[in-house]
């Protein structure tokens, strides 16, 4: 049967009624000759935007060409030449906004599952033992990472491949940072995928000492002076939640996001584990992002009737489609243009409801949108036993306190520049969250990746 090249070769998922239950993946990848079709969809262009849209510039026409002719080994090898993190990033990037958002083949018609093609070759790879390739010669400079996230993955990678003595320092007890704590078990597996990428990196000769909290344990000072590193790149993530400041908002059965799916996700709470969570009945989920649908997804499979409440309209929800898609096909209510006013509470100072008032769309703010204004008197109330935070994350001040000579902006945020992550402080380097505020897997990679270029051009 011929290929139509106007149109996606569609993916197997699970059925919609069937995830709610379980926390296995949701999508089930391609076979080979479905990604093979896949991949001859595409023009091989010669001045091909879709690597422009990459964060970390993989040669994608070339991968795709080599899946295209069944060479799955030799399209692995040209995806890690840039990523560190293939099967996690052809599971959660924003291809849609990235690559595929420039792909030419979209003009009129579908536009390549580039993000499909790189899980199926990464997953490939992993299934028949192919991994990427140490270098075995060294240049003699010693780095600390901190933090083994998407950013400090990345980083450490790509120095261990230009032959550096690369050790990665993890505050929790397990390597992956937010890919492991903050992505649920239905999008990204943790030990299928993410355990092993993190083994791909160490393969490359990257040590990483877990339970290690800089600024605790050890300062960036005393690495550098005591434990005789000549660089540092910090990639220690957003992890401060933040929060709305209503009335109620201290009461017991309000979480964050990151600690409902922290307890979730690195600590296995959805399995037969002791790790205490609580399983709310009726649970409302403040905010519209990816780390939203998830803490609503992951809400919807411990049993609870799950509401989204976002003060903007759909076309505003900053959370990729595809994952909006396939919360309301597993059963979670948006409540839109709606914003919570107080939390109430119950004699034992448990959470009973939320008051909420209803939103119209204004003139577009800062960032573009347009700004939701309360409709005076539309307030009601709906009954709740859990109320999710999910507002975004700020970095920790650990770091930045404790590290003499770090400059930070008015959001907590380490100051780096973006095409080489140096910071104020000589042989200190930074990038992804840390720097940003909470943002994308894909741009922390992308920081990592320019960080570790900028010190390989340090010592060059």
Known sequence: MAVDVLKKVPVSEQDPKVRATNFDEVCLGYTDKEAMDEASRCINCKNAKCITGCPVSIN????????????????????????????????????????????????KGDPISIG????????????????????????????????????GLTCAGDLAKAGFDVT??????????????????????KEGVVAKEVENVKNLGVKIETNVIVGKSITIDEL??????????????????????IPGEQAMGVFSA???????????????YDTPIWRGKKVVVVG?????????????????EVHVVYRRSEK?????????????????????????????????????????????????????????????????EIEADTVIMSLGTSPNPLISSTTAGLEINKRGCIIAREDTGATSKDGVYAGGDAVTGAATVILAMGAGKQAAKGIIEHFS
């Open 60 to 107: 994608i026409p070339a991968f795709v060409e080599q899946v295209k002719e069944g060479n799955f080994e030799k399209a692995y090898e040209v995806i890690s030449e840039s990523s560190a993190l293939p099967a996690v990033c052809g599971r959660v990037c924003p291809q849609e906004s990235q690559c595929e958002g420039k792909c030419i083949r979209g003009i």
């Open 116 to 151: 499909k093609l790189e899980r199926f070759v990464a997953d490939w790879a992993c299934d028949n033992g192919i991994k990427p390739k140490a270098n075995p010669n060294k240049n003699g400079h010693k780095v600390a990472v901190i933090g083994s996230g998407p950013a």
């Open 168 to 189: 990665i320092f993890e505050a929790l007890h397990e390597a992956g940072g937010v890919l492991v704590y903050g992505i649920p078990e239905f999008r990204l597996p």
């Open 224 to 245: 550098i002076e005591e434990e005789n590193f000549e660089a540092v790149f910090i990639g220690s993530g957003a992890g401060l939640p933040r929060f709305m400041g």
């Open 258 to 272: 990151n600690e409902f799916l922290t307890r979730n996700n690195l600590m296995k709470a959805f399995k037969d």
């Open 288 to 304: 519209g992002g990816n780390v939203a649908m998830d803490a609503a997804r992951t809400a919807l499979r411990l049993g609870a």
């Open 316 to 380: 505003e929800l900053p959370a990729r489609v595809e994952e909006v898609h396939h919360a309301k096909e597993e059963g979670v209510i948006f409540d839109l243009l709606q914003n919570p006013t107080e939390i109430l509470t119950n004699e034992e100072g448990w959470v009973s409801g939320i008051r909420i008032i209803k939103m119209e769309l204004g003139e577009p703010d800062e960032s573009g949108r347009r700004r939701p204004v309360e409709i005076p008197g539309s307030e009601y």
